[in-house]
């Protein structure tokens, strides 16, 4: 996890319509002062911070999502379940890392003898 001392640049949205004619409408919160460029928010909290406000961000480092944003050291928005999804992620990672040393150890001559350790 990492913590960024940010601002608030500017506030983007965008509308959806899917298959059943129902919108989904995503909202960013855009930063300035550090690695960290934007964040997708909840309504509440794309509403509640102003451009130029100055925020404390906590991100995943592997995924680079937002995990919680404060304010003036009140809680403004938080993903509670954030470790269940870069947990998921990097189990994915290392799943697929495996497949592929496995697929690569059983690479065989034209013998059909096995090559390799």
Request: hydrophobic share 35%; net charge negative.
């Amino acid at each position: 996890m990492r913590t960024h001392q940010l601002h608030v640049d500017r506030h983007t949205s965008s509308t959806q319509i899917n298959a059943r004619q129902s919108s989904d409408t995503n909202y960013t919160v855009h930063l300035v002062g550090g690695n960290l460029s934007s964040c997708d928010v909840g309504y509440a909290t794309y509403t509640a911070l102003k451009d130029g406000d100055s925020v404390i961000i906590r991100s995943s480092n592997l995924f680079k999502k937002c995990i919680s944003i404060d304010r003036d050291g009140e809680l403004i928005e938080s993903n509670k379940y954030w470790r269940w999804f870069e947990l998921a992620g990097a189990l994915l990672l290392i799943a697929t890392a495996i497949g592929w040393l496995k697929s690569g150890d059983e690479e065989s001559d034209r013998d059909g003898l096995r090559v390799g350790w």
